[in-house]
């Protein structure tokens, strides 16, 4: 082989090599922290592992005794119930502020969207302490406001299971309405005032106007945010645990918070991972139906 | 070679999922740290949650009265860490083969992690050969027992007594020698009915206290949750009685049912005077009392807890801290010295009360001069240590398991039931264990 020959061939490889050497940052990384992970996750999900040691092969051990589980079936009853009440109840109220956000000369606008956003920024620690002091049955301020108001104020808000739920709703509701409330508010600034002119003009109401007009034009923005927040809400964790711990009993645990217990106090990782798998399973199952329902990604 | 996108994908798939293997294969063992250090500098890394064994262990290192003598010349690096992040990173980093404290600070309730699959034999030291010559000179060491081995040596004995506000029992015309925890119930109910005042509180907030507060009262009537063998005892007559003194006590009035008992809600009821006695151990008189009413200083005193009518002690115990020395480490015997001479030791015990007011654990310390003469200024001057030698005497043992936190979980939701009245002590008990049954038999 001839010395013109072989750089020839070094050419040839490095360029035949280099657009996978541009384009291998993203798959390395793509492998290091997604496929390794979720590998690593379902081979351990398939043991019987506290931490140290030889993890047990048990096979589909884990997942049989997931659907026995009553605490496993509570928790996901109460994901569904958080899930169903975030595009139910949250979203309609976003674009419901979003819209009283949009009104042409509405004074302090910034100063709304500001205590609207806040406690998207606050620390979930301060929000669990002051709702902690709001609801507590004994001496909480929302029982004294109803004391005074209606002469009722015995509701035990955190240690009732069904009020426990609520309370956990409600604080969902306040924490992430804001947040959704600037991904509408910027739709509706983007929706052209000449289609509302031209409805108007065609005799259209103000109902009428925001179905045909406003619902339509935000349908891009409404895909997003329910496919958002359905999966951040079916992976729910920080609202019950710094509430209610996951009670009273298990009467506000989340899948997210039983495969924490599972793993962080039980020692039980094989079994913290089968329910990772199985909450992983159900979100993105639940992500491509909201995507496909929303019609997230299809041209209009 | 050809080689395209899919192929790409498929090798560094694969690749990723050997690291993987590997790398858990790989954490199977714990890391080895070299040749002992057998005398010399001894810079000891340690783990814990509360700053009080922080400064303790830093003054300790260099204390001449408990460190003289040593073949090492001790210094302490303390890294603060939240209770349950101590045992996983303790494991996390075992795992990793990264570098492990020396000692580290493990709470009760975070111990059962380590029961299991033989963690804490592969973590920790076995410290029985320090604690077998002390026999039952040494309490509380059951809780932080496996198979028999002591792998932590507790920090604080945490006796529970009843604190009261002497001024408001006085005005109250309530006696402080009650007898019986049925006679005080009865008052305790009057005294509700007349005043709106309680004395005593029940945790309804999360599992952890309800079910915590059920067995401080639990082992003071002689029941458990677990025997020394692990088996779970719960089901008990004793139980029963419990959980139906703690109901009656919430019906009548006589117990404030509580979502906190460290935080707003009982700062409220004890700034009120609404709460003016509580079964707690000696640490809630800093954490709880003096911290949340520190102006109502002098008008609270400690007794010996009430006792049942069917029997059982007039002491109890909930909560504590134990340190534990992580093994086959180049400083881990200069740990277990260290730990030796500020646990086992009589100095270190006082020095250990004048550092946090933690309770000593040899049991006759509490007889000795030194400990009876020590007052407490917002107990009223009160010569504390004749009321919790009394307790610490009848102090009943506290036995854990692997699945003392799946009992937790369990018995929570059940036991706030029946303090409700929404089920009966029996039905609310046999509920809980099955629970607990299903998920630890699977």
């Known amino acids: 082989m001839t010395a013109t020959t072989a750089a020839t061939k070094l050419r040839s490889d490095q360029r035949r090599w280099a657009p996978y050497a541009f384009i291998s940052p993203f798959f390395v990384l793509f492998t290091v922290f997604l496929l390794v992970p979720v590998g690593a996750g379902i081979y351990l999900s398939l043991t019987d592992w506290a931490g140290l040691g030889e993890p047990d092969f048990i096979g ?31 979203l309609p109220v976003s674009l419901l502020i979003a819209l009283g956000l949009d009104t042409r000369g509405l004074r302090l606008r910034d100063f709304f969207r500001l205590t609207y956003f806040m406690p998207v920024v606050l620390s979930p620690i301060i929000i669990a302490l002051i709702f902690g002091l709001i609801f507590d049955g004994q001496y909480g301020l929302l029982n004294a406001v109803l004391e005074a108001l209606f002469g009722f104020g015995g509701v035990s808000w955190l240690t009732d299971p069904m009020w426990a739920r609520v309370v956990v709703v409600v604080l969902v509701l306040w924490r992430w309405t804001g947040y959704l409330t600037i991904f509408f508010l910027a739709g509706l600034q983007a929706i ?31 895909a997003f945010i329910a496919v958002t927040m359905l999966v951040n809400t079916a992976q729910i964790f920080e609202e019950p645990f710094l509430l209610t711990q996951g009670g009273p009993g298990e009467a506000t645990l989340s899948v997210s918070m039983f495969v924490y217990r599972a793993g962080f106090q039980r020692q039980e990782l094989g079994y913290a991972a089968a329910a990772g798998v199985v909450m992983f399973v159900i979100v993105f199952v639940l992500g491509r139906i909201g995507t496909r329902a929303f019609g997230v990604g299809r041209t209009r | 070679m050809e080689l395209n996108r899919r192929d790409l ?29 057998l005398s010399g500098n001894a810079d000891l890394d340690l783990w814990t ?15 001449a009265a408990l460190v003289g003598g040593s073949a090492w010349t001790f210094g302490v690096d303390v890294t603060s860490i939240a209770p349950a992040d101590i045992v996983s990173r303790l494991i996390t980093q075992a795992v990793a083969q990264r570098p492990l404290p ?10 059962p992690r380590v029961m299991r699959a033989d963690i804490a034999e592969n973590l920790f030291v076995d410290l029985t050969s320090l604690t077998e010559p002390l026999g039952d000179r040494l309490l509380k060491t059951q809780p932080y027992s496996v198979d028999g081995k002591v792998y932590a040596l507790e920090s604080d004995n945490s006796v529970s007594v009843m604190f009261y506000r002497a001024d408001l029992f006085e005005q109250l015309g309530i006696p402080d020698d009650v007898g019986t925890w049925e006679e005080l119930l009865e008052i305790g109910a009057g005294v509700a009915a007349d005043t709106g005042r309680a004395i005593g509180m029940v945790a309804n907030g999360d599992n952890g206290s309800i079910v915590n507060g059920f067995t401080q009262l639990l082992l003071q009537r002689g029941g458990s949750l677990y025997d020394a063998d692990g088996n779970l005892t719960v089901v008990s007559d004793e139980s029963v009685e419990v959980l139906e003194l703690m109901a009656a006590g919430v019906r009548s009035g006589a117990f404030l049912p509580l979502s906190d008992p460290y935080g707003g809600a009982v700062a409220a009821a004890l700034k009120e005077n609404q709460l003016i006695a509580t079964v707690m151990p000696n640490w809630y008189e800093v954490y709880g009392l003096q911290a949340n009413v520190p102006d109502q200083s002098g008008r609270w005193r ?30 881990t015997d200069a740990a277990t010295d260290l730990l030796r001479r500020t646990y086992l ?36 001057g009160q010569r504390v240590f004749e009321v919790y030698a009394a307790a610490a005497m009848d102090m009943p043992a506290f036995y854990q398991a692997a699945g003392a936190s799946v009992l937790r979980d369990s018995l929570g939701g059940p036991i706030l039931r029946a303090i409700n009245g929404q089920a009966s002590a029996e039905e609310a008990l046999t509920a809980g264990v099955h629970a607990y049954e299903r998920q630890v038999q699977q």
């Open chain 1, 60 to 90: 589909l051990a884990n997942y049989s005794r997931l659907l026995g589980d009553a605490s496993f079936g509570a928790a996901l009853g109460n994901t569904a119930f958080y899930t169903l009440f975030a595009i139910v109840v949250v």
């Open chain 2, 345 to 380: 030791s009589e100095d270190g015990q006082l020095a250990r009360y004048h550092a946090g007011a933690y309770m000593p654990t040899l049991v006759d310390l509490y007889q000795a001069t030194r400990f009876q003469q020590i007052t407490d200024d917002y107990l009223g």
């Open chain 2, 49 to 63: 949650h509360d700053p009080g064994y922080a400064t303790f262990f830093t003054d300790a290192a260099t204390d």
């Open chain 1, 192 to 222: 052209p005032r000449e289609l509302h002119e031209a409805a108007e003009l065609d005799g259209a109401g103000l109902v009428r106007r925001f179905f045909s007009v406003t619902l339509p034009q935000l349908r891009p923005v409404t």
């Open chain 2, 302 to 331: 400690a007794r010996t807890i009430p006792r049942f009518t069917g029997g059982g002690h007039i002491g109890s115990t909930l909560g504590g801290t134990a340190f534990a020395v992580l093994k086959d480490q180049p400083l």
């Open chain 2, 102 to 111: 020396q000692l580290a600070g493990l709470v009760i309730d975070q111990f």
């Open chain 2, 9 to 37: 994908l498929k090798v560094l798939g694969l690749a990723g999922l050997g690291v993987a293997g590997g790398g858990v294969l790989a954490g199977c063992t714990t890391s080895g740290g070299g040749a002992p250090v």
